[in-house]
């Protein structure tokens, strides 16, 4: 059977998931701020959605692993505890997730991962501009508006 374990961005965006299969962790339920998203998650929790505590050392190993992609400064506690919830079930779990750093460390921990909204919000950000003068980084554009030099392609993170 198939786990799904779900970020925030599942009960506050909406996922037509069957909620019995849901599984998530104590922290995302305490970020869940509107009364839209609470009620998203009564109602999964009525169909069946757990929420769990993560492993101190399926944790551990999570951090270990995000400082060496770097990604740990971008990633907040919940992040890690969603992450360790994913990999104790990674053989029968797929992430929920539209986080960024949490894609990346999934990937390298091999946890499958399936984007909350439809578009995978990954490709979009994985490139930035920088400027070849002033090193400023931009989303767009082909001139510095600080500088007026040349902006050139370039990947935000590596994978
Ligand atoms: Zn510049």
Redesign the pocket.
């Known amino acids: 059977m198939v786990h799904y374990i779900a970020d925030s961005a599942v009960f506050i965006m909406g996922k037509d998931i069957d909620p019995g299969t849901i599984i998530t962790v104590s922290s995302v339920v305490e970020e869940l701020r509107s009364s839209e998203a609470s009620l998203r998650f009564e109602l999964a929790r009525e169909g069946g959605t757990r929420v769990e505590l993560p492993d101190p050392l399926i944790r551990k190993k999570v951090l270990e692993i995000a400082e060496g992609t770097r990604d740990v400064e971008e990633l907040s506690s919940t992040d890690i505890d969603i992450l360790s919830k994913a990999l104790e079930y990674k053989d029968d779990a797929v992430l929920l997730t539209d986080d960024y750093a949490v894609q990346n460390v999934a990937h390298v921990l091999g946890i499958e991962v399936m984007p909350v909204a439809q578009k995978k919000i990954r490709d979009v950000l994985q490139w930035q501009k920088e400027?070849t003068?002033?090193?400023?980084r931009f989303d767009k554009g082909d001139v510095?508006p600080?500088?007026?030099?040349t902006l050139k392609k370039r990947r935000k993170r590596k994978i």
């Open positions: 400027c003068g002033c090193h400023r510095c600080v500088c007026g030099c």
